[in-house]
């Protein structure tokens, strides 16, 4: 079956680190790959989203490249800032799949120290 | 508008009680979500609307009675439940569901449930 797998955290850096959050998954097809941010006491918020294999997504300074060869989807951003403090969930959706079902990574916690 | 709406934000019931979380979205999605977070976990899937009827029910138990009156209206009924159904009850909408998997799910804050 379909499955997200994320590096375990947490992850404490410091201001302006540069940051990696790693994330492979499996799919029987060819599945639209997900950055979903959740700021504590919020709900999830869309970071980015990549459709296709070679798809780069990015906003707010965060990139995550759709690596086909190598079933990967691995966050980066060059400078992080205390405000990226947050849990991050990878997440995958395929076409004929679950009415559009999300399959969430078990997510990892960010902590930015300044 | 990006914003989909949950009321309310926080709700303690006991487990004889009945209540109603609501969740609105005006961005004409056709397709809307319940999800159930427990903390340090990733959300969970729960019911699933497609054009107003019900099309995916996670093997949820009955305590839990969804409801979609339209198109930009997705309620839940809680009905006898119990301390383990406490966490973070999330509605998410979009543009379909299940016809492209590039159609991103939007999320609204939450409503965090304390079952007594």
């Known amino acids: 079956g379909n499955s997200v797998t994320q590096m375990e955290g947490p992850v404490t850096l410091s201001e302006e680190a540069f940051l990696t959050i790693n994330c492979t998954y499996t799919?029987?097809?060819?599945?639209?790959l997900f950055w979903y941010v959740q700021y504590p006491g919020e709900g999830l918020q869309l970071l980015l989203k990549?459709?296709?294999?070679?798809d780069k997504g990015s906003n707010k300074g965060f990139e995550a490249t759709y690596r086909k060869e190598t079933t990967s989807f691995h966050l980066e951003k060059g400078s992080v800032q205390v405000s990226d403090s947050a849990v991050y969930f990878c997440?995958?959706?395929?076409?004929?799949?679950?009415?559009?079902?999300?399959?969430f990574g078990k997510g990892t916690k960010l902590s930015v120290k300044p | 508008d990006t914003e989909v709406t949950q009321t309310p934000k926080h709700l303690v019931m006991g487990m004889t009680n009945k209540k109603s979380l609501k969740c609105e979205q005006h961005?004409?999605?056709?397709?809307m979500y319940w999800y159930k977070q427990k903390a340090k976990k990733p959300p969970e899937l729960m019911f699933v609307?497609?054009?107003?009827?019900?099309?995916i029910n996670e093997s949820v138990p009955s305590r839990f009675s969804p409801e979609c009156p339209n198109s930009s209206l997705l309620n839940l009924h809680l009905h006898a439940l119990q301390p383990e159904d406490s966490a973070l009850y999330l509605c998410?909408?979009?543009?379909?569901?299940?016809?492209?998997?590039?159609?991103?799910?939007?999320f609204g804050p939450g409503t965090r449930l304390t079952v007594t």
């Open positions: 998410a909408s979009s543009r379909e569901a299940g016809t492209d998997s590039s159609y991103e799910q939007y």
């Open positions: 799919a029987t097809g060819y599945p639209s």
């Open positions: 990549a459709t296709k294999a070679d």
């Open positions: 997440a995958l959706s395929e076409d004929g799949g679950s009415q559009g079902n999300l399959i």
């Open positions: 961005m004409g999605h056709r397709a």
């Open positions: 609307y497609s054009y107003e009827k019900l099309s």
